[in-house]
């Protein structure tokens, strides 16, 4: 099997309202969005996060920590503990193909057949509430409010506007807000970061008489497409990034290696969806440079509602006894939307694309691959893939006023998404199931409790165990420092490759000749995963990118297609009208 699952003397938590010690620790985990593995200021960014930082210097910062290439796997595994195929993310509604629809481990919603941490801490005697995306379901048995949550104001969709209550046009035909499983209306002054956050502090206030301690699952739309931000906050990087995108990842790479994220002098490739920055014409730096002075502005703004939780915790008395874990649900996003004329054209008539309103309300702008190449220095690969840039991303976590977590240190060791559930149970004294729950069978918890890492200890905690992971066909699998992986055509060849990432985090030297039979294992570790967790081969000529395409124009396109048809066929039946009636009078005249 791929994963040996490691379960502590446990008993199953079955009993809910359960009185939970007085000094349980209260929770938030801070869930950025396409955030890449050096964008906060701790890992090597120079974006300003200082209270992101402040949290690192408390706690423990984790430089080799994996998630999945896109975000509803990797939430779903965050909230369950469980891989996602065997929490039904084997796809995203989005990018899965028609092929895959319906099969097992292919639901495109989280199933119901996980236990979300929500629901495992509510049963020990918390109050559990979640603000911000959501997309894991929307239909009435999927939504937060019925996972676990007691309050929840969630988006169900991969993103929206973050100054209005508009979709990703093109994509969705609203911005599917609901409180508690009703629909939300978002307030005038709405700006996304800022109101996840005051929200999530009403919650808290609202049921502290309680006396229980909380769950604050904070989900930020930032820095998922579109790239907006205030603009005083846009301002603040006016002069910076005219350097370029590759300027900018190799001063990135330098700076993870002074603070010891990354190892010093590790190779790095250049991706060859780079650009050459001296190519691009003025127009296009502009509008290049413009992006990622939004993109950051963007980063500052949600950091910024960090620091204000963090104060208003501190003003109640909560601060000391809150455990805090900040992550991305991903690597940085290389899509362009305008590489397609068809795509051009539809935003210009949706958005103000003039470069003077890039990342401004009515906007829509992408860093694109150039800049995420920067935002994943000094790693390869980014978002979709299964690159280390897809794949690994910062990870803190802090226990402020506890001895518990080991301050300021940075732990290279292997770590995985499915292994925050275990931990922070353990660190709530709060059991896991085990695979039973409330009278029914459910998906065993295959993450591992990190505490011991979190205290000093060396290596990982899954030791030389195989971690295998599959999404839209880039796959890899991990076993001690060695990582397998093969990426599917665009961003690959389809060819698997080995690395050691423990000296070439960077993935530049494949090595799967040198070490024939490790390479040989550890395909067949990946066999064994694959078979455990039904994973399938993707269909013929599948890419990412042009299924969101095709689901965009099967969700939206066609409709508009016929709307814009029927318009078009109203105005030539007027025009034919108009042309037979000046025929007649022409001829009524000459008889």
Not at 469 to 490: C, H, I, Q, T
Not at 542 to 556: G, K, L
Request: some cysteine; overall charge positive; hydrophobic content about 45%.
């Amino acid at each position: 099997m791929a994963f040996a699952v490691c379960f502590a003397a446990i008993m199953p938590a079955q009993a809910q309202g359960a009185k939970p010690p007085a000094d349980q620790p209260n929770i938030v985990i801070l869930l950025a969005d396409d955030w890449g593995f050096s964008d906060v200021g701790a890992f090597g960014s120079e974006i300003a996060t200082p209270h992101i930082d402040a949290l690192a210097k408390a706690g423990m910062r984790f430089s080799n920590f994996h998630v999945a290439g896109s975000c509803s796997p990797t939430r779903a595994m965050l909230m369950t503990g469980v891989m996602n195929h065997r929490a039904g993310l084997g796809n995203m509604p989005e990018t899965i193909p028609d092929e895959h629809r319906g099969k097992p481990g292919y639901d495109t919603v989280m199933n119901h057949r996980v236990v979300t941490i929500a629901e495992l801490l509510k049963a020990a005697g918390y109050r559990t509430y979640l603000t911000g995306k959501w997309h894991l379901g929307s239909d009435a048995t999927r939504l937060p409010h019925v996972r676990g949550f007691d309050r929840a104001f969630s988006l169900a969709d991969a993103g929206a506007d973050n100054f209005e209550q508009r979709p990703i046009e093109g994509l969705y035909d609203k911005a599917n807000w609901t409180e508690n499983g009703k629909p939300a209306t978002l307030p005038k002054d709405y700006y996304s970061s800022r109101f996840v956050v005051e929200r999530m502090i009403d919650y808290i206030d609202d049921g502290r008489a309680s006396g229980k301690p909380f769950l604050a699952s904070i989900n930020f739309l930032a820095n998922h497409i579109p790239i907006q931000a205030p603009d005083s906050d846009i301002a603040r990087y006016a002069a910076m990034y005219k350097d370029g995108w590759t300027a900018l990842r190799q001063a990135r790479a330098a700076r993870a290696a002074a603070l010891g994220i990354v190892p010093a002098g590790a190779p790095m490739v250049t991706m060859p969806t780079t650009r050459d920055w001296q190519t691009l014409d003025a127009d296009e730096r502009a509008a290049a440079v413009r992006v990622m002075q939004a993109y950051a502005a963007m980063a500052t703004a949600m950091d910024r509602e960090i620091g204000r939780l963090v104060a208003h915790l501190k003003a109640t008395g909560d601060y000391d006894n809150t455990i805090f874990v900040f992550l991305s649900d991903n690597g940085a996003e290389p899509t362009n939307p305008f590489a397609s004329l068809r795509n051009r054209l539809f935003l210009a008539m949706q958005y103000d694309l003039e470069t003077a309103n890039i990342g401004r309300r009515g906007s829509f702008s992408a860093i694109g691959p150039g800049w995420a190449s920067a935002a994943a220095s000094p790693l390869a690969g980014y978002k979709f893939s299964a690159a280390e840039g897809g794949l690994r991303v910062p990870l803190i976590i802090a226990w402020p006023g506890r001895g518990a977590i080991r301050a300021g240190g940075i732990h290279d060791g292997l770590a995985h998404v499915t292994d925050l559930l275990p931990t922070l149970a353990e660190l709530a004294g709060v059991p896991l199931h085990r695979g039973e729950w409330q009278g029914r069978a459910v998906e065993p918890v295959t993450g591992r409790s990190l505490v011991a890492m979190l205290k000093g200890a060396p290596g990982s905690v899954h030791g030389d165990a195989p971690l295998g992971y599959e999404l839209s066909g880039n796959a890899a699998l991990f076993r001690g420092d060695y990582k397998l992986v093969r990426n599917l055509p665009p961003t690959g060849d389809g060819r698997w490759r080995l690395y050691d990432l423990k000296t070439d985090p960077g993935e530049t030297r494949d090595l799967a000749a040198a070490m024939p039979d490790r390479f040989a294992a550890m395909r067949a570790d990946y066999r064994a995963y694959a078979k455990a967790n039904g994973v399938l081969d993707m269909p013929a000529g599948y890419s990412a990118d042009e299924q969101i395409n095709r689901y965009a124009f099967e969700q939206r396109g066609r409709e508009r297609l016929l709307r814009l048809g029927l318009w078009a066929g109203g105005i030539l039946l007027v025009l034919a009208a108009l042309v037979w009636g000046l025929r007649r009078r022409r001829n009524a005249a000459a008889r």
